[in-house]
T-cell receptor, first 111, second 116 residues
Framework: EDQVTQSPEALRLQEGESSSLNCSYT??????LFWYRQDPGKGPEFLFTLYSAGEEKEKERLKATLTKKESFLHITAPKPEDSATYLCAVRTLSGYSTLTFGKGTMLLVSP | GAVVSQHPSRVICKSGTSVKIECRSLDFQATTMFWYRQFPKKSLMLMAT?????????EQGVEKDKFLINHASLTLSTLTVTSAHPEDSSFYIC????????????FGPGTRLTVT
């Protein structure tokens, strides 16, 4: 069974304090790993797609990386507006076009 | 990026009534749309996959007679919660996959359903 585990469940940072969120996965065959940001009471907002180990993508203060077992979302010098829940999801060979989501990491950045 | 809308954003209904939620892809065509349910502080649970012009595929444990899905066009899918009960109260989110892009799903803003 495909599994996606995100850690930590919650993370509190000071503004400017860089850190990383982890998404580890056990799947039958990875066809893509996705990162989303979700604000309270809203739908997830697409951030990145990664397809193969070694791939990296950046957007403003966020950088996503991928290995054969896990993905990291690095947040550099975060600001309070980066506070949100970050969701990781995978698409697999057995899952056709569906996504399997992790439980998310709730990030709070204090000024 | 691709935009997906949902309507209504919030709905309160009485127990026993039915509620319809619309999901639209505004600037792209979506051959596949997905319906999720999310409980407070929990991740998204896939309910069903909706393909344009064919019957929806429901996940295990989801009652297809209770959650009716129609994908009538390449830009519109609807979820009808029939004979709603308080336990159906939840946050329902749809997503759409652009048939021109590789597997990326774009999510709607969600619909908060409260059944009294």
């Amino acid at each position: 069974e495909d599994q996606v585990t995100q850690s930590p469940e919650a993370l509190r940072l000071q503004e400017g304090e860089s850190s990383s969120l982890n998404c580890s996965y056990t799947v039958s065959g990875l066809r893509g790993l996705f990162w989303y940001r979700q604000d309270p009471g809203k739908g997830p907002e697409f951030l990145f797609t990664l397809y193969s180990a070694g791939e990296e993508k950046e957007k403003e203060r966020l950088k996503a990386t991928l290995t054969k077992k896990e993905s990291f979302l690095h947040i550099t010098a975060p600001k309070p507006e980066d506070s949100a829940t970050y969701l990781c999801a995978v698409r697999t060979l057995s899952g056709y076009s569906t996504l399997t989501f992790g439980k998310g990491t709730m990030l709070l950045v204090s000024p | 990026g691709a935009v997906v809308s949902q309507h209504p954003s919030r709905v309160i209904c009485k127990s026993g009534t039915s509620v319809k939620i619309e999901c639209r892809s505004l600037d792209f065509q979506a051959t596949t749309m997905f319906w999720y349910r999310q409980f407070p502080k929990k991740s998204l649970m896939l309910m069903a996959t909706s393909n344009e012009g064919s019957k929806a595929t429901y996940e295990q444990g989801v009652e297809k007679d209770k959650f009716l899905i129609n994908h009538a066009s390449l830009t519109l899918s609807t979820l009808t919660v029939t004979s709603a009960h308080p336990e159906d109260s939840s946050f329902y989110i749809c997503s759409a996959r652009d048939r021109g892009l590789s597997y990326e799903q774009y999510f709607g803003p969600g619909t908060r359903l409260t059944v009294t």
